[in-house]
């Protein structure tokens, strides 16, 4: 104790005060600045304590000081007591779910609760657009919306990011009002922080539609390069920017001179970018004639009753969402990793159109079977009957299904979806058709639950209904197969009769492959069976 209050007397005061207040010491004890340990005097014998006593005063301790620095040691761990975590009521940090197996950042697409209403238990906080859907983010207690972190339209919010802030009692809301997170736990690229620092660019924008465009907002239409010059209309507006010299001469190159000539152009509306304002060949030709300066003269015309407003420019940027940009990643990763191929083959459809038509007269008013319903039973009977394209390449195992889960492709707005009609195999065709109805109205809707479209162990896309007759899918990763099933037509196919040939109504089908895990006799073979079952039907009852 003594060797350390005297490395602060060191450092706490030159050595001439030090004297100083020594010899004050021990001339006059009471001398102010020195104080004295309170209590009895130190009996004879118990120098230490009076030392102890005469050190303190050197180094200029006192009591109350040492108790403020103790005070300031929890503040400094602890931080401001603005900071401090028990400062803020019990609450729970809502983080961001993973709502897909691939989701790695989604969109808040909506808020279904406000700060400061009530969450049950079950309730929906917010619609979450990820990379395959549009999902309803539930709550699993009650408790209240105490703040909301992450504004609504937010894009690419990164999974675990913390949204916002729920509580148990209501009346713990109000200290949440100004609450924030730290830059750190806040997600990084939101979208609403994104205009403040554009807002510079922000008066430009409207120039870049015409008047009484009703474009949305997130649609920008980029103009054409000469648009800035709205200017140009006056005249007296076109004359400053001539290149006059200090008695109004312009400064025009011999060349330039020429080419202005030759091409007509008005030298005084040309600006000039050599040595004083000289207009160079460089300048007659990268200019741009004033004639296009009528362009907003017309943008008049949508005023005009039942005209619809054209907006001004060449093109239209549309932002790329969370869906269109996974679909680009997946089919592009298939495309280039998986080896395809492709088997074609006609199918007689004559019988499944006899079929379909008794058994929707039979439960007419219940439900209808479409072709597509025959398709998919057909196609999970001969999955059983051949495995392999049932298969799912994994890159170190095969892994060979025992169960057929049909994924369906459902064109919606935001892009393409496959929901999964589970179990094929042991499903009639009228609960097939009930579910691909209802799944199809949930994709189309943006309703569906992440368990009903991931998955899948063979899939396919009709487009028979748009009148194409065949095309080649791609293979939606990790299965081997997918099935390309084009429109039906009459044909003529040779017949036993006195005509020797009948009238037939064939449909073209596309199967393709992922090589790796189905050789070409295996699909070929495959394609054998569900041609068995879509000729013959009844074979679907066996």
């Known amino acids: 104790m003594w060797r350390v209050c005297a490395r602060r007397a060191q450092q706490a005061a030159p050595r001439s005060g030090l004297r100083a207040r020594w010899t004050a010491f021990r ?68 983080p961001l779910p993973s709502l897909s197996p691939t989701m790695q950042a989604g969109t808040i697409a909506r808020w279904e609760k406000k700060e400061g209403e009530k969450i049950n238990e079950g309730e929906l906080i917010a619609e979450v657009e990820t990379d395959k859907a549009t999902v309803g983010f539930e709550s699993m207690e009650e408790c209240y919306m105490a703040k909301i972190l992450v504004a609504e339209g937010t894009r690419d919010v990164p999974v675990g990011a913390i949204i ?66 709205p200017v ?66 017309a943008a008049v015309p949508p005023p005009g009753p039942g005209v619809a ?14 869906i269109r940009r996974v679909i680009a990643q997946r089919l592009m990763q298939s495309k280039q990793t998986i080896p395809h191929y492709y088997l074609s083959i006609d199918v007689n459809m004559g019988e499944v159109l006899l079929v379909r038509k008794e058994l929707n007269k039979m439960i007419e008013g219940k439900s209808k079977i479409s072709v597509n319903d025959f398709i998919i039973k057909a196609s999970a009977l001969a999955c059983l009957k051949v495995p392999e394209a049932n298969s799912s390449w994994l890159d170190t195992v095969i892994r060979q299904n025992h169960v057929v889960d049909i994924s369906v492709a459902v064109s919606t707005p935001a892009g393409l979806i496959t929901p999964i009609v589970f179990n094929a195999h042991i499903k009639g065709l009228e609960t097939i058709a009930n579910d691909v109805v209802s799944l199809a109205t949930k994709a189309r809707e943006g309703k569906l639950q992440p368990q009903e479209f991931q ?41 036993d009769n006195e005509k020797g040939f009948d009238v037939a109504s064939m449909m073209s089908v596309t199967l393709s492959c992922d090589h790796r895990v189905v050789d070409g006799a295996v699909g070929a073979q495959w394609l054998a069976e569900f041609r068995k079952y879509i000729e013959k039907p009844v074979t679907m009852l066996l």
């Open 27 to 94: 001339e006059d004890p009471g001398a102010p600045g020195v104080t004295r340990r309170a209590g009895p005097a130190p009996a004879p014998g118990h120098s230490a304590a009076a030392g102890y006593g005469r050190v303190r005063a050197l180094c200029g301790w006192r009591a109350s000081s040492w108790a403020t620095q103790r005070a300031r040691l929890p503040l400094q761990l602890l931080g401001s007591p603005g900071r401090r975590c028990y400062s803020l009521p019990p609450h729970q940090k809502v």
């Open 164 to 229: 916002c802030i729920t509580v148990e009692k209501p009346e713990d809301i109000e200290a949440f009002k100004n609450y924030t997170l730290d830059s750190s736990a806040a997600p990084t690229p939101q979208a609403a922080p994104a205009p403040t620092p554009a807002a510079a660019a922000s008066p430009p924008t409207p120039s870049a539609q015409a008047p009484g465009s009703s474009y949305p907002t997130h649609m920008q239409v980029a103009s054409v390069p000469p648009t800035p010059q």
């Open 232 to 297: 140009a209309p006056a005249p007296s507006a076109a004359r400053p920017a001539t290149p006059a010299g200090p008695k109004g001469r312009l400064f025009v190159s011999p060349l330039a001179k020429k080419l202005a000539a030759e091409k007509g152009i008005d030298l005084t509306q040309v600006k000039g970018t050599g040595p004083e304002g000289r207009i160079i060949k460089k300048d007659i030709d990268s200019f741009v004639p004033a004639k296009a300066a009528p362009a907003p003269a």
């Open 309 to 322: 407003p054209v907006p001004t420019g060449v093109f239209t940027d549309i932002p790329v969402s969370n």
């Open 455 to 495: 998955g899948g162990t063979f899939t396919i896309s009709n487009l028979g209904m748009f009148g194409i007759k065949n095309f080649s899918a791609i293979i939606n990763p990790p299965q081997a197969c997918i099935l390309a099933i084009g429109a039906s037509e009459d044909r003529l196919v040779p017949a």
